[in-house]
Each structure stands twice: as structure tokens, then as C-alpha cells.
């Protein structure tokens, strides 16, 4: 099981993410260049709107910045090219989003801690009541860590009280009804600013409420409050893809991929 598990965190299941993407609209968040413009002024070039699909990584701005990696790149275009609505696509932009930088533990802690208050204020316009309580949870992660399988973002992992034997890892076993598993992410632009990606839930039903989840209910919600899919819900179709890669753990680990060791809390 492990073997399958490490499989499943490396490269090789990004092609099987993107099949699923295609037909869930999943990657109109992973991937710029995929995506039709929904207004005139959206366009991958112009991630300056709060909450632009096209932008890299989708996300939602923040004014959280890894300060280290600011001061040492200053963006020469900053003042001749402030971030607006109809600013040109230009690579100058400095609010132009960017590959992920290498960040260190502590940069990531940091902005971790600035991000965590906005991305509690963001998720909770769903009203989602997991949405609205996982930072109350335990995490489970030691650090925000890069996982392939949720787009290249970073995420954390936090579990309530009644998955309390996540902490037990490849030993947990079944998992109780009323467990809730909650995964926020964020992206860092290359300039070091930080937007938030979607919140990833998984909560465990009553025996009976879908075979094909094995009583899973999967939610992804966006950063702007609106719920993309809930097993057996709204978008439901949106989360099938979800079911079919956690699946490849079940039953050995009813279905809980976990987090890679490095990263795990003891
Ligand atoms: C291609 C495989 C894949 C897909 C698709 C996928 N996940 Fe995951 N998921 C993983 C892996 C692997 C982990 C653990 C490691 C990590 O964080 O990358 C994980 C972890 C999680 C966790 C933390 C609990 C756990 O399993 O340890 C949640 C919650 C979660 N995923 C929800 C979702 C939701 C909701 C979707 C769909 C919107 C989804 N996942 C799509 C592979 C996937």
C-alpha cells in the first residue's frame, strides 16, 4: 500500500489528473493557458482581479508576501505598472503570478500565519459548517508542503476531533461517520505573493450514503465562497474525479491518502 501511495504522490498521476480535469473543469484552476476568458478583461495576463479564473493558480489575492524573497527581487515595472483591472498583458506585471518558488520552512510558516485569518474569512462565506470550523481542528502537517495531486499547491491537513486516529497514519483504519478532513491550499507567485486556492473536504456519512464513494462525501469549495461540488450535491459531477483517485486506498485505508512522513505531525 505504501508503494501505491508513493505512486500516487509522484509525477506519474498528474497525466490521470489532467484527463479528469478535462472533463470536470477542474484545471480551468490549474492551468492558465486552457482557459476562455469568461469576461473581456480576464485573461491569464491579468491576475490582478481578486478572484480571476484565468489567473495562475486561480486564486484569491492576498496581501500576505514571503518578505525574503520581495526584498530580494524587487519588480523594476512595480510603479510604471500598477495591478488593475485593464493593466496590459505585460511580463512586467508585478502583479503577475509565477512559478512556486523553493520556499524554507520558516518562509512558509510565515506566510502561513498571515494567510490562515483571510483563508478562514474566504472559505467561511460558503457556510459550509467544515468550511466554516476546520481551523478549531487539529493539524496534522508540520508545514505547508507542495502536493501534486491538489494542482501544485500548497496545502495543509487538519482533522476534527472524531478522525482523531488520522494521527495514527497507515494505522488509523476505518474511519468513524462524523469524521471531517479539511485540506486548505495557497499558490506563491514568483514575486513571493500568495493567493488561496480551493479548500478540499472530505467527511465520512452514514453507511449508505453512496456505495461509489464508500460513504465519503468530497467538497471542493473556492476561494470566493462558492461550493464547485459535493458528492451526492450541487456539482456533484464536479468532485467524481476526487472519488476515483482516493479510491486506489481503499479499503486498506478507507480511502485517506495521508501526507507524506516529512511532513507529518508526531
Ligand atoms: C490524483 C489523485 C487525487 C485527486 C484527484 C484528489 N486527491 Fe485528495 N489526496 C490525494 C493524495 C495523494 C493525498 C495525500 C497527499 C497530498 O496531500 O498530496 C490527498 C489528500 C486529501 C485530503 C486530506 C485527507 C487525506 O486523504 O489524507 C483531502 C481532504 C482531499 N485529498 C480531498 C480531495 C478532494 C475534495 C478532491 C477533489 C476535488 C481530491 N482530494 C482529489 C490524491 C488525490
Given at each position: 500500500m505504501q508503494e501505491k501511495r508513493r505512486l500516487l504522490m509522484s509525477s506519474a498521476v498528474i497525466p490521470m489528473l489532467v484527463v479528469a480535469g478535462m472533463t470536470t473543469g477542474?484545471?480551468?484552476?490549474?492551468?492558465?493557458?486552457?482557459v476562455k476568458p469568461?469576461?473581456?478583461?480576464?485573461?491569464?495576463?491579468?491576475?490582478?482581479?481578486?478572484?480571476?479564473?484565468?489567473?495562475?493558480?486561480g486564486g484569491l489575492a492576498t496581501d500576505c508576501t514571503v518578505p525574503l524573497l520581495a526584498d530580494a527581487a524587487p519588480n523594476p515595472c512595480a510603479a510604471a505598472n500598477p495591478c488593475?483591472?485593464?493593466?496590459?498583458?505585460?511580463?512586467?506585471?508585478?502583479?503577475a503570478a509565477g512559478i512556486a518558488p523553493d520556499l524554507t520552512t520558516e518562509q512558509k510558516v510565515t506566510l502561513y500565519n498571515c494567510l490562515l485569518p483571510q483563508m478562514a474569512r474566504a472559505y467561511g462565506k460558503s457556510d459550509n459548517e467544515i468550511a466554516v470550523n476546520f481551523t478549531s481542528y487539529r493539524l496534522y502537517s508540520n508545514q505547508p508542503y507542495i502536493s501534486a495531486n491538489h494542482a501544485e499547491r500548497y496545502v495543509q491537513n487538519y482533522a476534527n476531533d472524531t478522525a482523531r486516529?488520522?494521527?495514527?497514519?497507515?494505522?488509523?483504519g476505518r474511519f468513524p461517520a462524523g469524521t471531517k478532513l479539511a485540506k486548505p491550499s495557497f499558490t506563491v507567485s514568483g514575486l513571493g505573493r500568495a493567493a488561496i486556492g480551493p479548500l478540499f473536504l472530505m467527511e465520512k456519512m452514514e453507511a449508505g450514503f453512496s456505495k461509489e464513494s464508500h460513504d465519503w462525501r468530497y467538497t471542493m469549495i473556492m476561494?470566493?465562497?462558492?461550493?464547485f461540488g459535493t458528492t451526492n450535491g450541487a456539482g456533484a459531477a464536479n468532485v467524481e474525479f476526487c472519488i476515483g483517485c482516493h479510491?486506489?486506498?481503499?479499503?486498506d485505508q478507507d480511502s485517506v491518502m495521508l501526507l507524506p512522513e516529512e511532513y507529518r505531525v508526531n
Open positions: 477542474y484545471l480551468v484552476i490549474a492551468s492558465p493557458n486552457m469568461a469576461k473581456a478583461q480576464c485573461s491569464p495576463c491579468n491576475p490582478c482581479i481578486p478572484f480571476n479564473p484565468c489567473a495562475a493558480g488593475s483591472p485593464d493593466s496590459p498583458c505585460n511580463p512586467c506585471n508585478p502583479c486516529a488520522y494521527g495514527a497514519y497507515e494505522k488509523a476561494p470566493d465562497g462558492t461550493v479510491l486506489a486506498v481503499s479499503p
